[in-house]
């Protein structure tokens, strides 16, 4: 694997592009960015999935904004969706349902480590606190870990 190298911060939970000395892109031969594209961008809704509350075609243009979904989508020229739909999670509550369902669509976002790689990902989630998600997520020797906060209450 070739990509574009990433950054992540787990405290702001966002990623950057990596430069070098020069100014230039780094290049990431590991399985780090493509780890962190699919788990950091929003996979489309399926027609079934219940909407986070707040976000309905009721209260926003009847578009495909609600339902989400990666500009990568339709560059795939088999069609497979990029990213992970644990957006929906934003606003669940604080179950066991909740955790395993985060890491059901975690393993879903990152089944292409198994097809690509033969490594299948190794995916941790626990509550660390009240309505924290942690989680982390091992494929070969790469390893991301971070916490996500969801606004849901008991």
Do not use: H, N
């Not at 809704?45 to 339902?67: I, K, M």
């Not at 739909?85 to 990152?110: P, V």
């Not at 292409?112 to 494929?139: F, M, N, S």
């Amino acid at each position: 694997m070739f990509d574009a190298a990433l950054i992540f911060d787990p405290v702001t939970r966002r990623c950057d592009c990596a430069l070098g000395d020069d100014g230039d892109l780094l290049i990431d031969e590991t399985s780090v960015t493509p780890m962190l594209m699919s788990i950091g961008l929003d996979r489309r809704a399926e027609p079934d999935d219940d909407l986070p509350e707040g976000v309905s075609s009721f209260l926003s243009p009847v578009s495909f904004t609600e339902r989400r979904g990666s500009p990568c989508d339709a560059l795939d020229p088999d069609g497979d969706l990029a990213g992970s739909r644990c957006w929906l999670l934003d606003r669940a509550k604080e179950t066991e349902t909740t955790r395993q369902l985060y890491a059901f669509w975690l393993a879903e976002s990152l089944a292409w480590a198994d097809r690509e790689l033969g490594a299948p990902a190794e995916i941790t989630v626990w509550w660390q606190r009240p309505q924290t998600l942690a989680w982390r997520v091992r494929i070969d020797a790469e390893e991301i870990e971070a916490t996500r906060s969801l606004g849901g209450s008991a």
